[in-house]
């Protein structure tokens, strides 16, 4: 079992809009007495052995590899060599369901296999929250040096994507020759790493890595609007903006989620300013109540006007950390609305026009949020109706996109076609999430942990 006592983004993937669906909106699941009971145990146990199912699929076909392509049962690679992307995702997550066999594998495969020193041109923020962001959570669980040993040489490795005019880092960099490239990013990808970059530092001693972090977290937040507002796109070398669109969603979400989370994790009180000055603005320009329910839409960072009415995947999981920050009347009203998104088409699309309800972009890639979301909503009310939504959410990710070999994504949620992709990000947030929210905190006490954006616990 777990050994502890107790927030985009994952990856930002932007999908081309392929149909469209027009439904009514069916009515949320709300907490009735005379609503069956959820049998917990039940469901805890039948995601655990889906997690199995999936590992065993990925350790059959597509062992080594980053991930597993379970249509055509393969493996693919982000890069030209594996970086063992499932691995060390998936490791905290076999830990914490008690598969510790599976894990074992998982930890023989990395110290074996895994390095760093590749000519490969990476994205600094995918291999910072899943790789950086993995290894460290295995440390703290393992207790292995070697996890920490790792974790320090690929952050000395990503380390001059950060030297900019503005310090805010370029999108790739070589691991092998540090060039770097792709100077125009976003607050996400700018911002995710003080979590993983605090720890390592509190880990190694080295104050070093949180304060190129911060420094990067400091120079975006200088440059918001005089709304208070973010834009989506940013020349990291200039620090100008070149795309105005503000929203919570993809691309900027995990820069706000670790305002919040940082000031808690790393006792940063000038994180927690950011988040709270931040809030007003957001419920003042992007919550948006249409038919009775609440959705965060777009408006441009500048002008005080409202742009696109589109909401997807990736925002929902503004409602856990609108309950993280105490405000649960608003993460309440904005969860029965990701429900709704999940029922409109019996699985959630990537994105959909909430004015609407036309589905934008029908493709479902196992993205967690709306999971994250249940789980957290539940640990702060404790009310049934998460645990229905729970269930029914895992249901049908079994119901429409598990196979033989593991779980796929889907190209089209109205069809379910099928697509040959289970990305890492399923073992580390959609499975660990859809386990806690049935668990009842025996293997994490919520309380005593903050999860990086791909779903890693670190200790507080």
Known sequence: MFPLPLLRTGAVLLLTATGSLCAQTPPVPGPSSDAAPVDKAAMRELVRQGCLHAWNGYKQYAWG?????????????????????????????LRLMGWDKEAAEAKQLIFEKLSFDVDDDVEAFEVTIRLVGGLLSAYEIDGDQRFLVLARDLADRLAPAFNTPTGMPYRFVNLHSGKCHDAVSNPA???TTVLEYGVLSKHTGDPKYYACAKKAMDALYARRSRLDLTGTNINVETGEWTNADSFVGGGIDSYLEYMLKGGILLHD???????????????R??????????WYGHADMNPRKRAATNYGALDAFWAAALAMGGDLDHAKKLQDSNFAMWQLAGVEPESLNYATMKIEDPSYILRPEN???????????????YLRMGKAIFDSLEKYCRNDAGYCALKDVTS????????????????????????DGKALDFDRVIFNTEAHPYKR
Not at 270 to 280: A, D, F, G, V
Not at 371 to 385: G, Q
Not at 416 to 439: C, H, N, P, R, V
């Open 269 to 283: 009180q000038s994180l927690t300013e950011m988040w709270q000055k931040s809030l007003p603005p957001i419920d």
């Open 189 to 191: 990808e700018i911002g």
């Open 65 to 93: 590899q980053d991930a597993l392509k379970p249509l055509s049962k393969g493996g693919h690679n982000w890069y030209p060599r594996s970086l063992l992307m499932t691995p060390v995702d998936a490791y905290d997550t």
């Open 416 to 439: 379910k076609e099928k697509l040959d992709q289970m990305e890492s990000f399923f073992f580390a947030e959609t499975l660990k999430y859809s386990f806690l929210i049935f668990d």
């Open 285 to 294: 320009y992007l919550a948006d109540t249409r038919d009775g329910r609440l």
């Open 371 to 385: 999971l994250e979301s249940v789980y957290y909503l539940y640990h702060y009310t404790h009310d049934e109706k």
